[in-house]
Structures are given as C-alpha cells and as structure tokens.
C-alpha cells in the first residue's frame, strides 16, 4: 500500500508541476489565470487536511520566486484563500459548482489586490475591465476541468 501512497503523491507533484509551468509561461499575459492557484483551491476543497495547506503554500512560494512582482504576496494569498477553501471543506460537501464559486470568489479577490498592488489607483476601472474580469471568467471555466483533475489525484 506505501508503494500506491507514494505514487500517488509522485503523480500529484508531476501535475502540480506542469501546471506551475503553465502558470509561469502564461504570467506576463493581461488576464493569465494562475492555474496552480486553482488547484490549491480545488484540492483543499477536496482534502482540507494539513498535506494540502502545506501544498499549496510551498506552490505560493515557487509562484512568488518564478513570477511574483510583489514577493510573498502569493505565498499568502495561497495559504489564506486554502485554509478558507479547508474550512469550506469541513462545513460542506465539496463539489463542482461550489469549486467554481470558490474559483471565482478567490480570484476575484487575488486579482483584484494584484491590480491594485502592480497598478495605480486611479486606473483601476481600466484595469478591472482588461484583466481582473477577463482572468476571473476564465480561470472559473479552468476550474471546471481542473476540478475533475485535482479529484481524480487526491484519490
């Protein structure tokens, strides 16, 4: 049984991976979504144990080290936004559509302190139409094939 645990867990940081790859390769795009954050998101939906928080703050810290403009923030957008989604776990039964609303709740909100963070102020309604909206929308659609994915590797 140690050898499928350890297998398991070979398979889930070879996809964590290439989506963290993915997500480095897409980052200087207006409206990239951050598909690493999306599977913390799901995974912590799924799991909520100590494993996945763990997880998903050392896929903070990469993201922060390989494309972060402000360094840490993501590190600590990703441990807050999991430990929510592992509470969300605890209260209720983790599912498709409340993945996606976590997705687009949680994105909304990294998105749109990233906006304010790397842009001013006073351009924000520009911003927020370019590229808070846009990766929102489309991090929530990943989220429907992400979601599936991060299940299939948690079993």
Do not use: H
């Not at 409206?31 to 690493?36: D, E, G, R, V």
């Not at 996945?52 to 080290?65: K, P, V």
């Not at 923030?73 to 498709?96: D, M, P, Q, V």
């Not at 520009?126 to 846009?134: C, E, R």
């Amino acid at each position: 049984m140690k050898t499928k645990s350890g297998l398991k867990t070979i398979l889930t940081a070879v996809f964590a991976s290439f989506l963290l790859v993915l997500t480095v390769t897409f980052a200087k795009l207006p409206a990239s979504p951050s598909l690493i954050f999306i599977y913390c998101v799901c995974i912590n939906l799924i799991q909520g144990d100590k494993k996945s928080l763990i997880l998903s703050g050392i896929f903070g810290l990469l993201t922060d080290i390989l494309c972060g403009n402000v360094f840490f923030t993501n590190t600590c957008f990703f441990a807050y936004i999991s430990l929510g989604c592992a509470e969300l776990n605890k209260r209720l039964k983790s599912s498709l559509k409340t993945a996606l609303l976590c997705v687009f709740i949680s994105t909304l909100l990294f998105s749109t302190f990233n906006a304010l963070v790397n842009f001013s102020v006073s351009n924000f309604g520009f911003w927020f139409l370019k590229s808070v909206l846009p990766e929102t929308l489309v991090s929530t659609a990943l989220a429907v094939i992400i979601y599936p994915l991060a299940a299939v590797s948690s079993k």
